[in-house]
C-alpha cells in the first residue's frame, strides 16, 4: 500500500491516498464570496485523491478572518459551484471544511456588529490580522446561552445542505485549531456548568451534536468527515490532559460511521491513540513528505496523508510524488494575501 493505492472514503472511491489539507487562503471578497480565481486554484490540484477546501463560515456569526469565504449566501453558493465543477471536470472529488471561528474574530473582519460566541466570555491571547486596522486583539466573546445552542448546530446543518447545493462531495467538520468546536472540546476555553462543559462527556457534546446534524442534512454519514488537531496550543487553546478528551469523542463517533476523522499531528502522539480508539477511515496530516507519507501508509498507521502547505506550493503535487521530483517550497509570505501571487503561479513540471 502507498500513496496511488485507490482507497474507498466514506461514499467515494478515491483514487489515490493524496489528501490536500484545508487551507485558509483569504482570496475571498468582503462578503465572503469565493474569488475566479479559486476555480484554477483548485482544479489545477485536483488529481489529488480528496481536496478539502480552505475553513468557510456557515454564518455571518462564524466568521472571523479577512476575505475568508462563506457557504450561507446565495453569491457564495453560486462561486462555490464554479469551483466544484472545474474540479469535478478532472475527476477530482472535494469537501468543502466548515469552520465556524467562535471566539477567533475581529469585529473589524465582521459583516455584523454581535460579537463573536464562545463557550464562555474568555478572550483569547494575541492578535489577529484586519485589513482595516491591522494587527489587533481578539475580540472578546460571549458566552453562548443553552437555548441557543441548538442555532448554531443548526448552522451546521443549513451549510451542509449549501455545500451539497453547490455540488461538494461532502463535508468536513472543523474541530481543530482552536475554533468553536475545538472551544467546546478544551478545559482551557470551556467553563461551562451545564450540559456543555465540565466532564469529557459534556464537553464533547456540542461536537457530536454538530456531526449528527451534518449527517442528517448531508443525507448520508459518508458524505462528512471531521477534523482534530489534539494538544496543538494554536489559537491559545489551552488543554490540561487532551488525549483522553480525543479517545472518549473517537469512541463516541465510531457508530456514525463517517467518511474520515483527520488527525493533525501536534507531538504529542494522538494520530497513534486515535488509530487504536478509531475504527473508521483515519487521514493523518502535519509535516509528511514523500518518503515518511508512503512509509506510514506501509506500516497502517494512516489510511491516507494530508498535505498542506507542500500542496499549496506544488499543484502537481501527485505527479510529483510520482516521479520523486523536487517539490517548489511554500512562500509564506503570500499564504493570505489578495491576488493570484503565491496562489495561481506555482510553477508545474514540464
Ligand atoms: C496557509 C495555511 C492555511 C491553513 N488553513 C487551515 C484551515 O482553514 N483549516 C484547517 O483545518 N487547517 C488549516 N491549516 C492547517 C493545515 O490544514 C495542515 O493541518 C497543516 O498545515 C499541517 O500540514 P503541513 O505540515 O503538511 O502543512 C492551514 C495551513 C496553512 C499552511
Do not use: C
Request: glycine share 10%.
Amino acid at each position: 500500500m502507498n500513496l496511488f493505492s485507490p482507497i474507498t472514503l466514506g461514499d467515494y472511491s478515491l483514487r489515490n491516498r493524496v489528501v490536500m489539507a484545508p487551507m485558509t487562503r483569504s482570496r475571498a471578497d468582503a462578503q465572503g464570496v469565493p474569488s475566479d480565481l479559486a476555480a484554477e486554484y483548485y482544479s489545477s490540484r485536483a488529481d489529488a485523491g480528496l481536496i478539502v477546501t480552505e475553513g468557510t463560515g456557515p454564518s455571518p456569526s462564524g466568521m472571523g478572518y479577512p476575505r475568508t469565504p462563506g457557504i450561507y449566501s446565495p453569491a457564495q453558493i453560486a462561486a462555490w459551484r464554479k469551483v466544484t465543477e472545474a474540479v469535478h471536470a478532472r475527476g477530482g472529488r472535494t469537501f468543502l471544511q466548515i469552520m465556524h471561528v467562535g471566539r477567533i474574530a475581529h469585529s473589524a473582519n465582521r459583516t455584523i456588529p454581535d460579537p463573536p460566541v464562545a463557550p464562555s466570555a474568555i478572550r483569547a491571547a494575541g492578535e489577529m490580522w484586519t485589513d482595516a486596522k491591522g494587527m489587533q486583539p481578539f475580540d472578546l466573546p460571549r458566552a453562548l446561552e443553552l437555548t441557543e445552542i441548538p442555532s448554531v448546530i443548526a448552522e451546521y446543518a443549513e451549510a451542509t445542505r449549501n455545500a451539497l447545493a453547490a455540488g461538494f462531495d461532502g463535508v468536513e467538520l472543523h474541530s481543530a485549531s482552536g475554533y468553536l468546536p475545538n472551544q467546546f472540546l478544551s478545559t482551557g476555553t470551556n467553563k461551562r456548568t451545564d450540559a456543555y462543559g465540565g466532564p469529557i462527556e459534556n464537553r464533547i457534546r456540542f461536537v457530536l451534536e454538530a456531526l449528527e446534524a451534518m449527517i442528517a442534512a448531508a443525507g448520508s454519514s459518508g458524505k462528512v468527515g471531521m477534523k482534530v488537531s489534539p494538544g496543538m496550543p494554536f489559537n491559545d487553546i489551552g488543554h490540561d490532559d487532551p488525549l483522553p478528551t480525543y479517545v472518549a469523542l473517537a469512541k463516541a463517533i465510531a457508530p456514525y460511521r463517517i467518511a474520515y476523522l483527520h488527525v493533525m499531528r501536534a507531538g504529542i502522539g494522538a494520530e497513534t491513540v486515535l488509530r487504536e480508539a478509531f475504527p473508521g477511515t483515519l487521514l493523518v496530516g502535519g509535516g509528511f513528505k514523500n518518503d515518511e507519507a508512503n512509509q506510514a501508509l506501509g506500516e497502517g498507521r494512516a489510511d491516507a496523508i494530508v498535505f498542506g502547505s507542500t500542496y499549496v506550493a506544488n499543484p502537481d503535487l501527485v505527479r510529483r510524488l510520482e516521479k520523486g521530483a523536487p517539490l517548489n517550497e511554500p512562500d509564506a509570505s503570500t499564504f493570505f494575501t489578495p491576488g493570484p501571487k503565491g496562489y495561481t503561479d506555482y510553477p508545474v513540471l514540464a
